[in-house]
């Protein structure tokens, strides 16, 4: 089966500037996750959703990043304005539902680079 | 607060030799743990969980974790290195209880070296 797609899979912006990053996740999969990892450090949680409804955004600096998923399947992140701060990777993972079960595995997209210059 | 800490941030072995990248946790519930390997350039992958089953647990590539709640640990092991398993590994928490929804807690990261 297809994995989790996302593009770009590299950007380079300047300051201040705005970006967008896309993800398909795994078909059938309920639940969407964006995670940020800067280099060095692990993955953290941005935004979860379930469908369409957002389930935890608790870490995501709402007074610059947004993200949607208007039809429970893809979703869109975007940054705007963009600070060097946000230099890292962009990685979407998808799970068939919510909860840490047995059979509840995230599956990782490859992510997107982004440098803010 | 759930955490989890990797003792190591750089390990170093031989091919053929064992590998042991520790980690311990902190969660006021009974936890969901997991290993995710990241080779460079690629995805993170999966490659083991403890969801209160069995506290030896096995997974892929013929690597295995022991979930010891009386040590808070959850260390991942393996008898024999291959110059493949090179990669950044992180250990993982996933709290229960009623906030259950599946959020992945990610520890800093093990660099894993192998020399041949």
């Known amino acids: 089966e297809a994995g989790v797609a996302q593009s770009p899979r590299y950007k380079i912006i300047e300051k201040r500037q705005s970006v967008a990053f896309w993800c398909n996740p795994i078909?059938?999969?309920?639940?969407l996750y964006w995670y940020q990892q800067i280099l060095g450090q692990g993955p953290k949680l941005l935004i979860q959703f379930q469908n369409n409804g957002v389930v935890d955004d608790s870490q995501l600096p709402k007074d610059r990043f947004s993200a949607e998923r208007l039809k429970g399947v893809d979703s869109t992140l975007k940054i705007q304005p963009a600070k060097l701060e946000d230099s890292a990777v962009y990685l979407c993972a998808s799970s068939l539902e919510l909860g840490a079960g047995s059979y509840n595995e995230q599956f990782f997209g490859p992510g997107t680079r982004l440098t803010v210059l | 607060a759930q955490s989890v800490t990797q003792l190591d941030s750089h390990v170093s072995v031989s091919e053929g030799t064992p590998v042991l990248l520790r980690c311990n946790y902190s969660?006021?519930?009974?936890?969901?743990l997991f290993w995710y390997v990241q080779h460079p350039n690629k995805g993170l992958q999966l490659l083991l969980k403890?969801?209160?089953?069995?506290?030896l647990v096995k997974g892929i590539n013929g690597f295995e974790a022991e979930f010891k709640k009386s040590e808070t640990s959850f260390h991942l092991t393996k008898p024999s290195a291959h110059m493949s398993d090179a990669a950044e590994y992180f250990c993982?928490?996933?709290?229960?209880?009623?906030?259950?929804?599946?959020?992945?807690?990610f520890g800093q990261g093990t660099t894993l070296q192998v020399k041949p």
């Open positions: 969660s006021s519930y009974s936890p969901s």
């Open positions: 078909s059938g999969h309920a639940t």
């Open positions: 403890y969801t209160s089953a069995a506290t």
């Open positions: 993982v928490v996933s709290p229960y209880g009623s906030s259950n929804t599946g959020k992945l807690i």
